[in-house]
C-alpha cells in the first residue's frame, strides 16, 4: 500500500507562487505515472500535471507555462511548483501515484487558495 501525502497548499495573492509537495511512503521510481489533479468547487477533479517514468510531463492548457512539476526519485517526492496564479487556480490539490499494474493511489489534498 502506497499512502501520499501532499503539503504546502495554503492562500496566496493573485500572481503569487507556491510549490507543493507529494511525499510517498514507497517508491516513486517503481510508479508509471505520479501527477497532480485539482478539484474547485462545484467541479469535477481534473489533471493539472503528470509526469511518467520515463520523464514524459503532461500539462493541463490551463497551467502550461505557469507550473512546473518535477520529482526526486532519491526522496520519494513529486512537486508542483505554480507561479503566476490566479483566483480560478483555486482548488484543493490531490497528489496521484499510478502503479504499472494499474492501481491509482490519491493523497488526502491540500487547500489552495488565490485572492485577488
Known amino acids: 500500500q502506497v499512502q501520499l501525502v501532499e503539503s504546502g497548499g495554503g492562500l496566496v495573492q493573485l500572481g503569487g507562487s507556491l510549490r507543493l509537495s507529494c511525499a510517498t511512503s514507497?517508491?516513486?521510481?517503481?510508479?508509471?505515472?505520479m501527477g497532480w489533479y485539482r478539484q474547485a468547487p462545484g467541479k469535477q477533479r481534473e489533471l493539472v500535471a503528470d509526469?511518467?517514468?520515463?520523464?514524459?510531463?503532461n500539462y493541463a492548457d490551463s497551467v502550461m507555462g505557469r507550473f512546473t512539476i518535477s520529482k526526486d526519485n532519491a526522496k520519494n517526492t513529486v512537486y508542483l511548483r505554480m507561479n503566476s496564479l490566479k483566483p480560478g487556480d483555486t482548488a484543493i490539490f490531490y497528489c496521484?501515484?499510478?502503479?504499472?499494474?494499474?492501481?491509482?493511489?490519491w493523497g488526502q489534498g491540500t487547500q489552495v487558495t488565490v485572492s485577488s
Open positions: 496521484n501515484a499510478g502503479s504499472c499494474t494499474g492501481t491509482n493511489y
Open positions: 514507497g517508491s516513486i521510481f517503481s510508479m508509471a505515472a
Open positions: 509526469i511518467a517514468s520515463g520523464g514524459k510531463i
